[in-house]
C-alpha cells in the first residue's frame, strides 16, 4: 500500500465543540478528519447470505484542509466508502471515525456537509424552501439562516429560479442546489459523491473552482469520482479503489510524476531552430527526442470558446482558437 | 348498544398505566431479544452484544436530545408535502361532493332523520380521514426511502426521533386542520338538513283548518290512533322534509286565581260556569323527537297560526346511571342474577311477580344511585327516569294489557342503625316493553319516615333531594312486578336518571374528539410500520389492524376460552376444527374421535385462538374511540369513556414512536 506525505494542513483554529472521542482519546489528532480503520462492508440478501464484498478492509487517513480524491470504476466501492463515512451504512466490521465521532453518530453531522450522487431532494419545494428546510435542521439563528439561503442561491446562481419547484430544474440546476444545500451549515468537511456528473463543462469548471475556493477557506473535501480530470484537477491527495481494495494512495503530483523524462516549454522558436535542439539533446545522450507545438485540452477550448462568445456575441470564424496560440512550441 | 361497565377514569387509570408498562416492558425484552438475534446472525454471537448494548446506549441521548425545533422543521415537510401531493385536496372534494348531493338519498320517511344524518356525516368523515391519514403516513417515509432524499436528511444533525415525531406532527396537524373543517361543514350541514317548518293544511292558517275530535271514540279521524287527553279539534301540516305533524287544541282548564300559561300558544279564553278558566291551546304534536313551536297572534276565529322552526332534534342527554344493581328473589334474599328464566338475556335480571298460589312476593331490583343532588337535573318540576324493561310473560294473559311495575324511593341512610330512613309509597306503572320510556318523578313524594327499630315515626309528602337523597346524595330506586306469573327483565344500564342536557355543540366536538384520536393512531401506525415496510405493506398491515381494532370485541368474544381452553362460545370448535368439520362433513354438535390428530387440532387451534386473543389487545379498540352512537341516539358522551379514549391514545402514540425509533435507528438507509 503506498503512503505518502499528506499535504500541509493551514493553519485555522476550529470554533466548533470538539466531538466527544476529541475529549476522551488521548490518541487523537485534530489533524485527522477521517479516519477508517479495517473498513469492511459485505452486502447481504435478506438470508444473510453474501451477496457482495463492497469494500475491504481499508485503511484510510483524511487530514484537514486537503481535497481526497476516492477513484476507481464503477462498483469499486467509493460510493460505500462515502456511505459509512455518512452513517449511512453500518460496516460489516472495522470503523469508521469522522471529525473524532463514530461515523454513525449523529452530533458529527452538524459540521458536515454531503452532496449525494444524484441531488436527492424535495421535488415539491422550491429552492429557497429547500435551503429553509435544511438549515432550519441545524442550530442557527433564524436570521443568520435567511441570509445563508440568499448567498447560497446566488453562490450557485440559481437567483432566476429559486421560486420555481425542483420537478422544473433541469439536472444541473439540481446539482446546483444540491451543492448549496450540504454548505448550508458552513461545514468543516463537504463530502461530494461525484460532484460533477450531469454538469456540461463550464459547470464542471465552476464545480471545480468553488471545490478549490473551499479547500482555500480551510475546509476538507472528499470527493470521488470516476471522471480522471477532474480528479487530477482538484485533488491533493488520491484513493484509487478497485473491486473493494485499495490499490494506490498518495499526492497527485507525485503519482503522476513521470520520472527520467524532462519537458521543457518555451515560446516563439521558429521551425528552423527545432533541428538544432535536437542535436543539442542528442549531444547530452537524451533519447526519443519529440519537438513540436503542445496539444490544449478540449476542456480549455471549450471554455475559452464559451467565454469569448459571452464578450462578443455573434458568429465566430472556425479556426480561431488555433491561430491564437501559434508559435508555443514543446520538447520532451 | 349497551354498556354494562362504566369504569371511572381514576379506578380505570392506574391499571391501565401498569398494563401500558408492562407492555412496554415484554415489548423492550422481546425487541432486545429479537434485535439480538439478528445482531448475532450477522456479526456472531459477541458482537452482537456490543451492537445491542450500542442501540440502547444511543437511544437515551436520541431521547434527550430530540430537538423541537428539527421536529417542527420535520412537521413543516410534511405538511408541505401533504398538501403539495394533493391528497388533503382530493379528501376534501370528496367530502363536499359527499356532502352537496349526500341529502338527496337520506332521510326520506324516516321518523328520527337526525340519526341517519349524524351517522352518515360521522361515519363518512371517520373513514375519509382514517384513509387520508394511512395514505400520507404510508407513503411519505417509504418514498423518501426509495427516492433516497432521505440521505440528505439523515446526514444533517437529524435523529430518528424527529423524523418519526415531525412527520406524525406535520401529519397529525394536516389532519387535524381538515377534520375541523370537516366537522364545521358538517355540523351546519345537519343543521341545515334538519332545519323546517309547516304550514297548516286548510283553507287559511287560522283555526279554520281544525275539525271537531269525536269525543265519544276519543280518536283522531286523520290516523284513527287515540288523541291526547282533553284535546278538542285536530289539524294536519302540510308535509315537509318528509313527514307531517298533527296539531291539536286542549283544554287547559285553571282555576280563577291560578296564573296564565306562560306561552304563545293560547289562541282562546273561555270562562266556564264552574268559574274556572279554560285555555285552548294549540299544540304541534311531535314526530321522533322533534316539535315545532306554535305561536298565535291575535285571539279568536281570525288569529293567525304560525309554526316555529323544528325543535328537539339535537340533543344530548346525560344518564345518569345507578353505581349498584341488586336483585332480590322471592324470599327476599340477595341474588346475583334474579330470578331464572331461561336463556333471555344474558345481561338482565328478572324481577318475580309472584303467583297464584304465594302472592305475597319480596322479588325486586334496587338500584343505588349516588350523587343525586338538583342542581344536576333540568329545571323541571318532575326528574325524569328512563326506563327500558324487558317482560317475560309466563302466562298469556291479556296480550294487549301492558305488564304492570312497581317503583318505590328509599333513603340510604349512611348510618342506619341511628338515622331515620324515608320511604315512598309504590307507585304503579304500564311497562313500555322493550322501549325507552320516560317516567316523570315528581320532586315531591308521598312516603313515611321509618325509624332504624322498623316504627313508623310520620307520613307525609316528601323532597326527592332534601329528604330522600338527602345529604349524602344517596337513593334507592326499588322496581317490583306488580302482576302475578309475569317478570320484569332489567339490567344496569336500563335505568337512568336523566341529569341536564348538555350543549349539543359541546357533545358533537367530543365525537369528533374521538374521530381525531383514531386518526391520530392511524397516523402513528402508517408512520411507524413505514420506518420497516414498504408502502403496499404498510397500507395492508394497518387496514388489517383496523379491521382488528373496529372489532376487537367481537374477536375477544369469538376466541374466548375457558380454563380447559375450550372455546366458549362457538360450538364446533376453533378454525382447524371447524376446518376439518366442513370438510368431513360432521355436524357441530358431535365430538370429533379422541386419538392423535384431535389432541393436534385442539393444541393448534388453542395457539390460534390465543394469539387472536392477544392481536385484539394489540391492535387499538377504534371501537372505544367510535362515539357515533352517543351522537346518533341523542346522548351526552360520558367523559370518562372520552378521558379514556385519549390516555389509549396517548399509550398508543408513544408505542408506536418507539416501535418506528428502533426500526428506523436499526436499519441500514442506503442500499
Same mark, same amino acid.
Given at each position: 500500500m503506498a503512503t505518502d506525505t499528506p499535504a500541509p494542513s493551514p493553519p485555522s483554529e476550529s470554533t466548533q465543540t470538539p466531538g466527544r472521542l476529541e475529549q476522551s482519546?488521548?490518541?487523537?489528532?485534530?489533524?485527522?478528519v477521517i479516519e477508517a480503520q479495517n473498513l469492511t462492508k459485505i452486502y447481504r440478501d435478506f438470508w444473510g447470505?453474501?451477496?457482495?464484498?463492497?469494500?475491504?478492509a481499508l485503511d484510510l487517513e483524511v487530514r484537514k484542509g486537503e481535497i481526497f480524491g476516492l477513484l476507481?470504476?464503477?462498483?469499486?466501492?467509493k460510493s460505500t466508502t462515502i456511505k459509512l463515512m455518512l452513517g449511512l451504512l453500518f460496516p460489516t466490521s472495522g470503523r469508521a471515525i469522522v471529525l473524532g465521532q463514530?461515523?454513525?453518530?449523529?452530533?458529527?453531522?452538524?459540521?458536515i456537509g454531503y452532496l449525494p450522487e444524484e441531488s436527492?431532494?424535495?421535488?415539491?419545494?422550491?429552492a429557497e424552501e429547500t435551503l429553509d428546510f435544511y438549515g432550519r435542521l441545524?442550530?442557527?439563528p433564524a436570521k443568520v439562516r435567511k441570509e445563508r439561503v440568499q448567498e447560497l442561491i446566488q453562490l450557485v446562481g440559481l437567483e432566476k429560479a429559486k421560486?420555481?419547484?425542483?420537478?422544473?430544474?433541469s439536472k444541473g440546476m439540481t446539482r446546483r442546489i444540491g451543492l448549496a444545500q450540504a454548505l448550508i451549515n458552513d461545514p468543516e468537511l463537504i463530502l461530494l459523491d461525484e460532484?460533477?456528473?450531469?454538469?456540461?463543462p463550464l459547470g464542471t469548471r465552476d464545480m471545480k473552482d468553488m471545490i478549490l475556493k473551499l479547500r482555500d477557506q480551510g475546509k476538507t473535501v472528499v470527493m470521488c469520482s470516476h471522471l480522471l480530470a477532474d480528479v487530477e484537477d482538484v485533488c491533493d491527495r488520491i484513493a484509487i479503489l478497485f473491486q473493494g481494495d485499495l490499490k494506490e494512495m498518495g499526492r497527485v503530483d507525485s503519482l503522476l510524476k513521470v520520472s527520467g523524462e524532462t519537458q521543457i516549454t518555451a515560446e516563439n522558436?521558429?521551425?528552423?531552430a527545432h533541428e538544432e535542439i535536437r542535436q543539442l539533446i542528442a549531444k547530452h545522450g537524451g533519447q526519443n527526442v519529440v519537438v513540436d507545438n503542445p496539444r490544449t485540452t478540449l476542456e480549455d477550448l471549450f471554455l475559452n470558446i464559451v467565454r469569448e462568445s459571452e464578450d462578443r456575441p455573434g458568429m465566430r470564424p472556425a479556426g480561431a482558437a488555433a491561430e491564437k496560440k501559434p508559435s508555443s512550441d514543446q520538447t520532451h | 348498544m349497551y354498556v354494562e361497565s362504566f369504569p371511572q377514569f381514576s379506578e380505570w387509570f392506574l391499571p391501565g398505566l401498569l398494563l401500558f408498562l408492562a407492555v412496554i416492558l415484554s415489548g423492550a425484552v422481546l425487541g432486545l431479544f429479537f434485535g439480538y438475534l439478528v445482531a448475532a446472525f450477522r456479526h456472531g454471537p459477541f458482537e452482537a452484544f456490543y451492537v445491542v448494548a450500542q442501540v440502547v446506549a444511543e437511544a437515551v441521548p436520541d431521547f434527550l436530545h430530540t430537538s423541537p425545533r428539527r421536529v417542527v422543521a420535520m412537521a413543516r415537510l410534511a405538511i408541505k408535502e401533504a398538501l403539495r401531493r394533493r391528497v388533503v385536496l382530493v379528501t376534501f372534494a370528496i367530502f363536499a361532493l359527499t356532502i352537496l348531493f349526500g341529502s338527496w338519498f337520506m332521510?326520506?320517511?324516516?321518523?328520527?332523520?337526525e340519526q341517519i344524518y349524524v351517522n352518515f356525516v360521522l361515519w363518512g368523515t371517520q373513514m375519509l380521514v382514517l384513509l387520508m391519514g394511512l395514505l400520507l403516513s404510508a407513503f411519505s417515509l417509504p418514498d423518501d426511502i426509495k427516492n433516497k432524499t432521505i440521505y440528505t436528511v439523515v446526514t444533517k444533525p437529524v435523529r430518528s426521533t424527529e423524523i418519526i415525531l415531525g412527520r406524525m406532527l406535520g401529519f397529525a396537524t394536516v389532519g387535524t386542520l381538515l377534520l375541523v373543517l370537516m366537522g364545521l361543514i358538517s355540523y351546519f350541514f345537519v343543521w341545515r338538513s334538519l332545519d323546517h317548518s309547516h304550514l297548516l293544511?286548510?283553507? +287559511? %292558517?287560522? !283555526?279554520?283548518?281544525f275539525t271537531a275530535v269525536d269525543t265519544e271514540t276519543q280518536?283522531?279521524?286523520?290516523?284513527g290512533k287515540r288523541v291526547s287527553q282533553n284535546a278538542l279539534y285536530e289539524a294536519a301540516t302540510t308535509r315537509d322534509n318528509d313527514h307531517w305533524h298533527r296539531l291539536e287544541i286542549i283544554a287547559d282548564v285553571r282555576s280563577a286565581e291560578d296564573p296564565k300559561p306562560? +306561552? %304563545?300558544? !293560547?289562541?282562546r279564553t273561555i270562562k266556564r260556569a264552574d268559574g274556572k278558566i279554560e285555555y285552548q291551546r294549540v299544540m304541534c304534536l311531535p314526530v321522533g323527537n322533534h316539535t315545532h313551536p306554535v305561536t298565535v297572534t291575535?285571539?279568536?276565529?281570525n288569529a293567525q297560526i304560525t309554526l316555529g322552526n323544528s325543535v328537539g332534534y339535537f340533543r344530548a342527554r346525560v344518564p345518569i346511571y345507578c353505581s349498584q344493581l341488586t336483585f332480590y328473589n322471592r324470599e327476599g334474599s340477595p341474588s346475583?342474577?334474579?330470578?331464572?328464566?331461561?336463556?333471555?338475556?344474558?345481561?338482565r335480571g328478572y324481577v318475580d311477580g309472584g303467583?297464584?298460589?304465594?302472592?305475597s312476593t319480596l322479588s325486586r331490583a334496587t338500584f343505588s344511585f349516588d350523587?343525586?343532588?338538583?342542581?344536576?337535573?333540568?329545571?323541571?318540576d318532575f326528574v325524569p327516569l328512563d326506563l327500558t324493561l324487558g317482560v317475560y310473560r309466563s302466562y298469556k294473559g291479556d296480550i294487549e294489557k301492558r305488564v304492570i311495575a312497581g317503583l318505590q324511593f328509599e333513603s340510604i341512610a349512611d348510618k342506619p342503625d341511628v338515622e331515620n330512613k324515608f320511604i315512598s309509597e309504590v307507585i304503579e306503572f304500564e311497562t313500555n316493553e322493550f322501549a325507552v320510556q320516560t317516567l316523570p318523578v315528581p320532586k315531591k313524594i308521598v312516603g313515611r319516615v321509618v325509624a332504624?327499630?322498623?316504627?313508623?315515626?310520620e307520613e307525609g309528602a316528601y323532597d326527592l333531594?332534601?329528604?330522600?337523597?338527602?345529604?349524602?346524595g344517596k337513593l334507592l330506586i326499588v322496581l317490583s312486578c306488580r302482576d302475578i306469573n309475569q317478570y320484569i327483565g332489567v339490567g344496569k344500564s336500563d335505568a337512568y336518571l336523566r341529569g341536564q342536557d348538555q350543549a349539543y355543540w359541546w357533545n358533537f366536538l367530543k365525537g369528533y374528539i374521538g374521530i381525531w384520536c383514531q386518526l391520530m393512531i392511524m397516523i402513528a401506525l402508517g408512520v411507524a410500520l413505514s420506518t420497516f415496510l414498504g408502502s403496499p405493506l404498510v397500507m395492508l398491515s394497518a387496514v388489517a389492524v383496523m379491521i382488528v381494532g373496529f372489532n376487537s370485541v367481537f374477536i375477544r368474544k369469538l376466541a374466548e376460552v375457558d380454563e380447559q381452553g375450550?372455546?366458549?362460545?362457538?360450538?364446533?370448535?376453533g378454525p382447524i376444527e371447524s376446518f376439518v368439520r366442513v370438510v368431513t362433513q360432521q355436524n357441530t354438535m358431535v365430538e370429533l374421535d379422541t386419538g392423535f390428530f384431535d389432541t393436534i387440532i385442539e393444541k393448534l387451534d388453542y395457539l390460534l385462538v390465543s394469539m387472536l386473543q392477544m392481536l385484539t389487545y394489540l391492535a387499538p379498540n377504534f371501537g372505544q374511540l367510535n362515539f357515533s352512537n352517543y351522537l346518533v341516539h341523542g346522548y351526552a358522551v360520558d367523559n370518562n369513556q372520552l378521558l379514556i379514549g385519549i390516555a389509549t391514545t396517548g399509550a398508543f402514540l408513544m408505542g408506536l414512536t418507539l416501535l418506528g425509533y428502533f426500526c428506523l435507528k436499526t436499519r441500514e438507509i442506503a442500499k
Open positions: 482519546n488521548p490518541d487523537y489528532d485534530p489533524n485527522v447470505r453474501q451477496k457482495v464484498r463492497a469494500l475491504n476507481g470504476p464503477n462498483g469499486s466501492g463514530n461515523a454513525t453518530d449523529v452530533a458529527k453531522n452538524e459540521r436527492y431532494l424535495y421535488k415539491f419545494l422550491n441545524f442550530d442557527i421560486r420555481r419547484q425542483l420537478r422544473e430544474y460532484p460533477t456528473s450531469g454538469l456540461d522558436i521558429p521551425e528552423s | 332521510g326520506g320517511g324516516s321518523e328520527k332523520p293544511v286548510g283553507p +287559511s %292558517q287560522t !283555526v279554520a283548518a280518536r283522531s279521524t286523520v290516523t306562560d +306561552s %304563545q300558544d !293560547v289562541i291575535g285571539e279568536g276565529d346475583k342474577k334474579g330470578t331464572n328464566v331461561g336463556k333471555e338475556s344474558k345481561r303467583s297464584a298460589s304465594n302472592r350523587n343525586v343532588r338538583e342542581n344536576r337535573f333540568p329545571d323541571l332504624p327499630d322498623g316504627s313508623l315515626v333531594f332534601d329528604d330522600f337523597a338527602g345529604e349524602n375450550n372455546l366458549i362460545n362457538e360450538q364446533g370448535g
